[in-house]
């Protein structure tokens, strides 16, 4: 393993003229490997890189003329790069990115990581993010791992330095997402959520105004437990305040399974060595045999919009690219499955300072989750349990928690559906 620091660094004596990049993503992003690619891709030329989200604020549109850049996702700050065509979206599922790069159809011959300090043994931990971290490594030819001393050793997958070709030694803050402000708004859509945890629910869910509202809201509640994809500082909330045991869940008892920690230095100091804690990869976070052994899982996702009959578009509202797949789809089916269990769809009433209902008569972009697939859709107005209805009805629930002011015009675009029943 050749081991130097960000300065000494040399892409060109690891990188061949069209190599394809895997980064970690998220708070795992080694930022000090994407600015060095920046600065010397150009160089080597004809570079291609993919990274699920981002949050740095590294990428932009200049530097995107390094290499090209691709993504599951218009997510955190990789929005700015849809909106001047500087980013390639693959729509995928996070359960099915791991498996792509394994097979080859994401291309990965470089994987660009961080890790935080090894241990005793030589081992390093994932640290903020294990998600699809081991398959890039496992692919690459050539690993060059950013090794940050301000990185948690986090249990759960580890990478060996034995495969690891090159070590970039860092002392700099991991990124961090500041928690959201949360509006009345956000409130009042996460006490509708919160309802349908009771006591030994299993939760999975994202980071956010609504997600980090409804872990306020459940100080009451015993022996929570958590199987997600991602989570932020309200993990170490819950934990710390004895709700979340997961003493009741039926595999993992006694530990949180998550896949990415995104928050502040707070819940990175409260994840460092904690054996309450077990990051993994997608293949187990997001594995429907996996989540089907989980009986009481309410999963909590997100959306744009929703259309009169379910249909859940989460990803483009018209020309602009905004969100992802996502694990959307895989935790929807699994939430809706759960003996116990349910899955929700949050989402505001309106947008754009309430000029625009976000329930509509169609869909202004693609259908992210089936409405077949669909469970709960809350909003601020109430939720609509839309499982196991007919169409007509799905369309009278939905009206019900649209805002006011758009349900004459929902009722009128809704009339063919329920005189004709579909």
């Known amino acids: ?74 997510i955190g700050a990789l929005r700015s790069m849809t909106k001047v065509g500087k980013l390639s979206v693959i729509p995928v599922h996070v359960s099915q990115v791991g498996p792509m790069i394994s097979a080859g159809i994401i291309g990965c011959d470089v994987a660009m990581i961080q890790v935080s300090p090894a241990d005793a043994d030589g081992n390093h931990s994932c640290g903020l993010i294990s998600d699809y971290v081991r398959a890039a490594v496992d692919k690459a030819r050539v690993v060059i791992a950013e090794v940050n001393a301000a990185v948690p050793f986090t249990p759960g997958e580890i990478i060996p330095s034995s495969i690891i070709d090159v070590a970039i030694h860092v002392s700099r803050p991991p990124v961090a997402v500041s928690p959201a402000v949360i509006s009345a708004t956000d409130e009042t859509i996460a006490r509708h959520c919160a309802a349908y945890i009771g006591d030994g629910s299993v939760i999975q869910t994202g980071v956010g105004a609504v997600p980090d509202a409804i872990l306020r809201l459940l100080g009451d509640r015993k022996d929570l437990g958590v199987h997600s994809g991602m989570l932020g500082d309200g993990l170490a909330d819950l934990t710390q305040a004895g709700v979340l045991t997961n003493a009741r869940k039926e595999i993992d008892t006694g530990v949180s399974i998550n896949g990415a920690l995104i928050g502040t230095q707070r819940l990175y100091d409260w994840a460092d060595r904690n054996p309450a804690i077990r990051m993994c990869a997608t293949s187990y976070t997001h594995d429907a045999a996996v989540l089907a052994r989980l009986s009481r899982l309410v999963t909590i996702n997100s959306a744009l919009e929703v259309d009169l009959t379910g249909q859940v578009n989460a990803e483009q509202s018209g020309a602009a690219y905004l969100g992802g797949t996502g694990g959307q789809v895989d935790f929807v089916r699994a939430g809706s499955r759960s003996p116990g269990g349910r899955s929700i769809i949050a989402l505001s009433a309106t947008a754009k300072g309430g000029t625009i209902s976000k329930i509509v008569p169609t869909l202004s972009g693609p259908v992210t989750t089936a409405r077949s697939d669909v469970d709960v859709i809350v909003t601020e107005y109430g939720a609509a349990e839309l499982k196991g209805q007919t169409l007509a009805e799905r369309t009278r629930r939905l009206i019900a928690i649209a805002h006011p002011d758009f349900r004459e015009a929902l009722d009128r675009a809704a009339h063919v559906i329920q005189q004709r029943g579909y």
């Open 1 to 74: 393993m050749i081991q130097t620091d960000a300065t000494g660094l040399d892409l060109s004596q690891y990188l061949r003229r069209g190599d394809r990049i895997v980064f970690g993503q998220a708070c795992g992003e080694p930022v000090a490997l994407v600015e060095a690619l920046i600065a010397q891709g150009r160089d080597i030329g004809d570079l291609s890189a993919f990274i699920a989200t981002s949050f740095s604020g590294a990428f932009t549109p200049d530097s995107a003329d390094s290499f090209a850049l691709s993504s599951m996702g218009a």
